[in-house]
């Protein structure tokens, strides 16, 4: 089953193709540069980027999977979350591409796409998980920790899902990105704090444990990015400057952050203790302390950690596509021009 799939929900104009469960290229052409004289994702400098990479990417990526546009029997598309603008640039171009080819169109829920990209095989057919039979690895539990979501969700099977826990505010990724902004780094912050945490010592600051005393799945950073704040401004105003604070700083912050997943992930994992697997996707498992203590604590749970290979924990077209094929053998297609126009992008859409 071929399938072309495109993602453009925020900042990374990306297109794969796949056969099945099996990459033939994924194609992700990033615009972090574009965006980072604006500390941010500037929606409308996102669009005109999308807009002119799109038919770049989807002709690269035809290519690199030797595969002409006849070829294809199925085209996917983000209908959301992610940014209306953005989102639709993807739709109008998937639309497009359905009706000269006469397939159908598969719109897709991009945080699916983050919960399953560890399914995706490579072209050998190998890949990090290369399960055949995907059916014992169920019931299970997603984590999703992403720029704009931290999520758990009960996974019951491919395409069931329950959503048990959810951030109040902020997501992680956002707290990291705020925080970095904070401590006066470039755009996105997360991936700085984490290379100045490495070299910190917790322990050394206080800083609190976001919701460690809330019964329910839920997250929040608000507080801690508040507490981080005023902990800042303390040390500023005492004069005090230099590496190793800021090290220990980013090392507690991480720290808070992890641990409050960590809380959370222990809480489910108690909730639901039918869950065999835990599937874990989003751009904030590139935190290797994430997703290593993650790990530590699914195992010793004895669940199954399925952790997405790097390339994929960041937005991608080919999770889209994996999504895609699970739907297309359900029968979730769209066939046809009047119900292709009737698909509108859903920039709040949740799992
Ligand atoms: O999933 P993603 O690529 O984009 C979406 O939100 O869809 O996630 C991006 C987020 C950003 O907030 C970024 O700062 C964060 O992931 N991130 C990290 C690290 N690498 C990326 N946060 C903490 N530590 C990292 N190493
Ligand atoms: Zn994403």
């Excluded at 749970?301 to 359900?330: C, H, Q, T, W």
Aim: proline letters at 4%; a positive charge.
């Amino acid at each position: 089953m071929k399938i072309l799939a495109i993602d453009t929900s925020c900042d990374e104009t990306s297109v794969a193709v796949l056969n099945g469960r099996v990459l033939l290229s994924n194609i992700v052409a990033s615009q972090t540069e574009l965006h980072k004289k604006w500390g941010g994702v500037v929606p409308m400098v996102a669009r005109r980027a999308h807009e002119e990479n799109l038919p770049k990417a989807i002709n690269e990526a035809l290519k690199r999977a030797k595969q002409k546009p006849s070829d294809i029997e199925y085209v996917a598309v983000t209908q959301g979350p992610g940014l209306a603008i953005d989102l639709e640039v993807g739709i109008t171009e998937a639309k497009k591409f359905a009706i000269e080819n006469g397939i159908p169109l598969i719109a897709v829920n991009h945080m699916e796409g983050h919960l399953l990209s560890s399914l995706i095989l490579n072209s050998n057919g190998s890949g990090r998980y290369p399960f055949i039979d995907l059916e014992p690895l169920f019931p299970a539990l997603g984590l999703l920790v992403s720029g704009k979501h931290t999520e758990i969700i009960y996974m019951k099977g491919i395409g069931d899902y329950e959503k048990i826990g959810q951030t109040l505010d902020d997501a992680a990724g956002e707290a990291f990105d705020k925080f970095g902004r904070m401590m006066g780094f470039g755009y996105p912050g997360g991936p700085i704090v984490a290379s100045f945490a490495k070299k910190g010592d917790v322990g050394k600051i206080e800083l609190p444990i976001p919701m460690q005393k809330s019964k329910d799945l839920n997250f929040s950073y608000s507080g801690l990015k508040t507490a981080a704040l005023y902990r800042l401004e303390e040390l500023r105003s005492s004069g005090k400057k230099d590496k190793e604070l800021a090290a220990n700083f980013c090392a507690q912050f991480e720290y808070s952050v992890v641990q409050s997943i960590l809380l959370k992930l222990e809480k489910a994992i108690e909730l639901y203790p039918d869950a065999k697997t835990l599937f874990t996707g989003g751009g904030v498992f590139h935190n290797e302390s994430l997703s290593r203590r993650v790990g530590w604590l699914a195992r010793r749970e004895g669940l199954r950690y399925l952790l997405p290979e790097k390339r994929f924990r960041s937005d991608n077209a080919a999770m889209i596509g994996l999504v895609a094929f699970f739907k297309a053998s359900r029968g979730e297609v769209l066939k046809g021009e009047k119900k292709l126009s009737q698909l509108d992008r859903v920039p709040r859409m949740g799992l």
